[in-house]
């Protein structure tokens, strides 16, 4: 940090920067991509931080999170445009054989749209109400209800095996 950081701002980054990482990564599913992420936000908080270190900065800072990732999700869909078809697969293969729990229910939370994985990774990985996550996504609680359930309903059909595996 430059000598110059605010007061408490190093002390925050250090208590607080392996979990608004984890954040990042679960949304943008990338660790480098999460580093950036969490760096960018970081910046973008900096200059402020005299006036929100006081008042939940770690909501202010996720909430930061979430809309540069989806800025950076927007931005990157406007401009890729697909091209041909995918070739067929080599052989048949089990994508997710040997792949522990975590990174199998990872890959599937990569897998979903922005929005629905946002609210996923602020319901039920960071564990935010409905309230809350609506306030983080600058908008109304129905709508973090609906997502919630439409990933959720495409988790299930993603990850049917674990399921199973959970209630057996």
């Known amino acids: 940090m430059a000598p110059d950081a605010p007061d408490g701002f190093e002390e925050f980054v250090a ?14 599913g990338d660790a480098h991509l999460a580093e950036d992420l969490l760096q960018t936000a970081l910046a973008k908080v900096w200059p402020k931080w005299h006036r929100i270190a006081d008042d939940h900065p770690e909501a202010y800072l996720r909430k930061t999170l979430v809309t540069t990732y989806t800025s950076w999700w927007r931005r990157r869909w406007r401009g890729e445009v697909p091209h041909g078809e995918l070739p067929d697969a080599a052989g048949q293969f089990d994508a997710y054989e040997g792949v522990d729990l975590e990174q199998s229910l990872a890959a599937a939370v990569r897998a979903l749209p922005a929005r629905q994985r946002a609210v996923v990774v602020l319901r039920y990985f960071e564990d935010l109400g409905v309230e809350e996550t609506a306030a983080v996504l600058g908008c109304a609680p129905g709508t973090v209800k609906s997502q919630a359930a439409k990933a959720l309903r495409t988790l299930r059909t993603l990850l049917p095996v674990l399921i199973e595996e959970r209630h057996e």
């Open 15 to 28: 208590a607080r920067g392996p979990r608004l990482l984890r954040v990042a990564w679960l949304l943008t």
